[in-house]
C-alpha cells in the first residue's frame, strides 16, 4: 500500500473559510432543514469574507514582527528590522513595536517593584 503525503499551507484554512461564507450568504437567517440543496445558488462576499482576508494577513505578518524584536535591542531596532523584511511593513513594524513597548514596559515594572520593596 502505498504512502499518502498531504501537505497543508498555510492559506488552506482561510480559503475553506471564505468560501464557506460565500456559500453560506445566500442562506444567511434564512436555514434550509434539509441536507439537499443548492450550495451554489448565489454565492457572494460579505462582511465576514473581508474580516478574514483582514485576518489572514494579520496573521501572516505575527512572526515576522515576532522575530524582528527578538533580534532587536532597542524599540528602534525592532521597527527597522520589521520595516526591513518588505512586505506588510506597516503592520509588522507596528507589533514589533508594541511587543517591544510591552516587554520593556514589564521589565521596568518589576525592576522598580523589586527596587521599592527591598530598597
Same mark, same amino acid.
Given at each position: @500500500? =502505498?504512502?499518502?503525503? !498531504?501537505? *497543508?499551507?498555510?492559506? /488552506?484554512?482561510? *480559503? =475553506?473559510?471564505?468560501?464557506? +461564507? %460565500?456559500? =453560506? ?10 441536507? +439537499?440543496? +443548492? ?11 473581508? @474580516? /478574514? ?6 496573521? /501572516? ?7 524582528? $524584536?527578538?533580534?532587536?535591542?532597542? $524599540? ?11 512586505? +506588510?511593513?506597516?503592520? @509588522?513594524? %507596528? ?13 521596568? !515594572? ?10
Amino acid at each position: @500500500m =502505498g504512502h499518502i503525503t !498531504c501537505k *497543508i499551507v498555510p492559506t /488552506t484554512g482561510i *480559503i =475553506g473559510a471564505i468560501a464557506g +461564507d %460565500c456559500f =453560506g450568504a445566500a442562506y444567511e437567517f434564512h436555514p434550509v432543514k434539509h441536507g +439537499d440543496f +443548492d450550495i451554489y445558488k448565489e454565492p457572494r462576499f460579505t462582511d465576514d469574507t473581508v @474580516m /478574514t482576508l483582514a485576518v489572514a494577513k494579520w496573521l /501572516t505578518s505575527v512572526p515576522e514582527s515576532i522575530i524582528s $524584536y527578538f533580534e532587536a535591542d532597542s $524599540y528602534t531596532s525592532a521597527i527597522r528590522n520589521a520595516i526591513s523584511f518588505g512586505g +506588510d511593513a506597516d503592520t @509588522m513594524a %507596528c507589533m514589533a513595536g508594541e511587543i517591544a513597548v510591552v516587554v520593556k514596559t514589564v521589565e521596568l !515594572c518589576n525592576r522598580y517593584s523589586t527596587i521599592a520593596r527591598y530598597g
